[in-house]
């Protein structure tokens, strides 16, 4: 009779441990995952854009100052690269755009090899989006010092008389006079600081001969 009681009392404790585990598991644990869920739809909001991603507790993001302007002239902000995170995809009410952030790293240090007084856009021409009118866009370009996204590739040749373009991403280089400095297909850094350091150089010796 004592050897059933002691059994009962065993498994009495037992399923009060439980009990007690799985409550302090739903009230806290959960609620504190809930907390860091609510921080980043806070921190999606303040740069009034939703950031998605596959699975938002596995990303650690932080804002930086990479700006990017789409061809509505909405302004959008990027994370800083980390070693989870290798894409994310703007939300936009027309589109979907999935930024690749090596090339905006590469963006950001392309810019340094213009003289400060430059003011320069860099365009990326992505996605197959509803063609918009050259005027919005020349609109945001003369505003702009920074980045804009082109959405709609088929379209990039009228508004600057380039050949077609084949590819999802395309880079222009321009200066504060709307003229091409440098365009290129899934470019190579090294070799575009290069070019944009000789067009430097040519516009010094023109100067000079002036």
């Given at each position: 009779m004592k050897g059933k009681k002691k059994?009962?009392?065993?498994?009495i404790i037992i399923l009060n441990i439980s009990y007690l585990f799985f409550f302090y598991y739903n009230v806290y644990f959960k609620n504190k995952i809930n907390i860091f869920n609510h921080k980043i739809e806070?921190?999606?909001t303040n740069i009034s854009k939703q950031i998605s991603m596959n699975n938002?507790?596995?990303y650690n993001?932080?804002?930086s100052d990479y700006k990017l302007i789409d061809i509505l002239g909405n302004e959008i902000l990027i994370t800083k690269k980390n070693s989870k995170l290798k894409?994310?995809?703007i939300i936009q009410t027309d589109s979907v755009f999935t930024i690749e952030l090596d090339y905006l790293i590469s963006f950001n240090e392309l810019i340094k090899e213009f003289d400060n007084n430059e003011i320069i856009s860099i365009l990326i021409i992505m996605g197959n989006i509803p063609k918009k009118q050259k005027d919005i866009l020349l609109k945001i370009q003369k505003k702009l010092n920074g980045f804009i996204v082109i959405s709609n590739k088929e379209k990039v040749h009228d508004y600057f008389k380039l050949s077609e373009i084949k590819?999802?991403?395309?880079c222009l280089i321009l200066d504060k006079n709307n003229n091409v400095r440098f365009s290129g297909i899934r470019f190579d850094l090294e070799i575009m600081k290069r070019i944009i350091q000789n067009e430097i150089r040519k516009n010094s010796l023109l100067m000079e001969v002036k």
């Open positions: 059994y009962i009392l065993k498994v806070k921190k999606s938002q507790l596995e993001y932080i804002l894409y994310i995809e590819y999802d991403i395309y």
